[in-house]
């Protein structure tokens, strides 16, 4: 007994002196790689930010020491969650503002800017998040009751989608915006002849112009509130739908200075001087920031009945929407920027926009390989134009705005036209991949609710009993890999992101439960316990 006692000491002593330092081992662990064949295993090892050993807890731990062991007791780990259009930095900007989400009628937004006023007072007020499909009286607000509270205050109050504005008098005086004033790629709501308040699309402009812009300091506090808010869900790389020069040049700043972690796949707002600065500067990569692409704006939104449609809306006859960069435009700017190495990714909601900026695409593309541009939404397709995205165009999707529209959709669209919509299996039988996103914060941040809403096509409440347009859900792999790999390669980042692979950055996520196991109702109440960013520990 002494002696073998002796000899498996001996043994262990061995072992410590051969086995091979990391920074890091994950031990005792579910862990989800997300590779091609969807693996699981139960430990990985870690070495200067990126994964060295993946495979059995004994394994990891025969072969290798660290000074870091993390015993994840038998939970799931993921990779990190990638979201793949959202808008990161309006987000924090968001948390300067009114909060006017979930508020369930005109009343309620009025109340809350008033006491948002007394506690911050503003020379400018500004909100964002109010929805009237929301509202028992589904119609667009009008200004009245905030003339008479800020007669002197300009106010300008965002819908939740960010395609229109409710203002008030006096922003719409110093805006110069009358009763003749006419913006093509939108509209000034009246009723009687006589404006609303309410901007749809491209007047909304001409308030942007009049808002006092934020201070370094604001910016810079903005990225870093909507960095928290994003590490606390699980998310380790965010792809921004849309950054003037001047906030991308910051989030470098601040990634290079050590004051930001998360990774952000930057697309550049479609302003000439943008556009032309980068295309000529080149894709710029660094190990936390990608700028690679051009965020153009084919249309406005469902909701607010600024997406363009090939026939006018159910629940509006005469009235189709509008294209908010006009189609010629579109496919300039796609000759321009297919003769680059960017890519280009367009919003484009209603049927009308995505086949126009379809066509674009096929035609600027015609000859040219593996360029992966994005159609931002793919909201509502044709039938017949599904076939567009065999041709290597990668539909990014937001499931959430499913289950937030399901309630009114129909109406827009008519039983038909829905058909085609938020038709998320459908996209992914003919593209082969679908990027995963919320589109925050026109939706709530979560990914657990993205993952619901993908696979269960239900809101939190389980309506519709049955799902919503169940055909086109889709399954739990499907919808973690379009969170995750599907996802970095829609940002040409496969190779260092996006599954637990040997090589890749040590981007991982701790789960509070197994998520493509618990029960579908679940989900929603998923929480990121631990994240890891280069294998450094961020929540």
Sequence with gaps: MKKLLFVSCITILASCETAEQADLLLINAKVYTVNDSFETTEALAVSEGKIIAVGTTDEIQNKYKADEVIDAEGKTVVPGLIDAHCHFYGLGLNQLKVDLVGTGSYEEVVERVKAFQEQNPSNFIQGRGWDQNDWEEKEFPSKEELDVLFPDTPVALERVDGHAYLVNQKALDLAGIVESTVVKGGEIIKRNGKITGVLVDNPMAMIDKIAPPP???????????????????????????????????????LQQAGELSIRVYAMVSNSPDDVNYFLDKGIIKTDQLNVRSVKVYGDGALGSRGAALREPYSDQPGHFGAMVTPIEDIEALAMQIAASDYQMNTHAIGDSANIAVLRAYKKAL???????????????????????????????????????????????????????????????????????????????????????????????????????????????????????????????????????????????????????????????????????INGVKKK
């Design 215 to 253: 201070t370094l300091e604001m910016n810079i506090k903005a990225l870093k509130d909507a960095e928290e808010i994003c590490l606390d869900y699980g998310l380790t790389t965010v792809n921004d739908a849309g950054l003037t020069r001047e906030t991308i040049e910051l989030i470098d700043s």
């Design 366 to 532: 015609e000859g040219k390989e593996d360029r992966r541009w994005k159609i931002e939404h793919a909201q509502v397709i044709s039938m017949e134009d599904f076939d567009y995205f065999e041709d290597g165009i990668i539909p990014s999707i937001q499931p959430t705005h499913a289950t937030s529209d399901m309630y009114w959709a129909k109406d827009r669209l008519g039983p038909g036209r829905v058909k085609g919509a938020y038709a998320f299996k459908t996209l992914l039988n003919k593209a082969g991949t679908v990027a995963l996103g919320t589109d925050f914060p026109v939706e709530r941040v979560s990914p657990f609710l993205t993952f619901y809403a993908a696979v269960a096509r239900k809101d939190t409440a389980g309506y519709p009993e049955g799902g919503f347009q169940m055909k086109d859900a889709l399954s739990r792999e499907e919808t973690l890999r379009g969170m995750t790999l599907w996802a970095a390669y829609s940002n040409f980042e496969e190779d260092e992101k996006g599954s637990l692979e040997v090589g890749k950055v040590a981007d991982f996520v701790i789960l509070s439960d197994d998520i493509m196991n618990v029960p579908l109702e679940a989900i929603p109440n998923l929480k990121a316990e631990q994240v890891f």
